[in-house]
């Protein structure tokens, strides 16, 4: 038998890929001869922005990477190792994941887990009293002036945009003084939230402001529904 064409020839290594006799393939390093190995096997990472370097042991010096998602990237530096940028994961509470491919023409060979943790969740903005919460919303109240109180719907991270548009849905039960009398009172409504802000005190929310109420008795305050979704 006489090899007549040998294809992808490395004469530093003699690292042949494919040989054919004639048009006739009778061996080829694909498939399941390329041995591909990983350190660290899988990343479970905070919610920060941060850069990883994976060591790769390989026969094959023509692999690759690349990620599933948008939030994570992956570069080969060199023969043997992998630099994979995972950016933070600042404006949601929840976890994500992810996966990185080492692959040789097309084919993957390894598979490193990426397991993101969401952001740490933060109190709502300090001087509102939270009458309320549903997930990163609630329905709170704080002294505005001498004897007024502002109700408002905010945002618990008061430095970063939300998501998207929600609906605001409230009802609830509160005493306030009319010239002398008690008054009991009831305020209950719905509204869309996208984007709105207000400020109060030189400072800039994400959220609504509601009503503003003279004379509250701030024991009497009963919350019977508050919903975003």
Not at 58 to 87: G, Q
Request: aromatic share 12%.
């Amino acid at each position: 038998m006489n090899i007549t064409d040998m294809q992808d020839i490395s004469l530093g290594n003699l690292d042949v890929q494919t040989i054919t006799l004639g048009n006739l393939p009778i061996w080829s390093r694909g498939g399941g001869d390329v041995h591909i190995s990983i350190s660290p096997t899988s990343l479970s990472l905070t919610s920060a922005y941060s850069t990883n370097i994976i060591t790769v042991t390989s026969d094959d010096d023509t692999w690759y990477c690349e990620t599933n998602v948008s939030w994570m990237t992956a570069s080969k530096t060199n023969n043997t190792t992998a630099r994979v940028t995972v950016y933070g994961n600042t404006q949601s509470t929840q976890s994500r994941d992810g996966v990185v491919r080492f692959m040789v023409d097309d084919v993957t060979y390894k598979t490193l887990p990426v397991h993101q943790a969401g952001a740490p969740v933060q109190p709502f903005p300090s001087g509102w009293e939270t009458l309320s919460e549903d997930g990163d919303w609630a329905l709170a109240y704080r002294q505005s002036m001498t004897n007024y109180y502002t109700f408002a719907i905010i945002y618990r991270y008061d430095n970063t945009p939300p998501p998207g548009e929600v609906q605001a849905t409230w009802d609830f039960d509160f005493t306030w003084e009319d010239a002398g009398d008690e008054v009991n009172d009831n305020l209950s409504d719905s509204t869309t939230i996208d984007g709105d802000t207000f400020d109060y005190a030189g400072h800039q929310y994400y959220g609504i402001e509601l009503y503003e109420v003279p004379n509250l008795d701030t024991d009497t305050i009963s919350v019977n529904d508050f919903e975003v979704e």
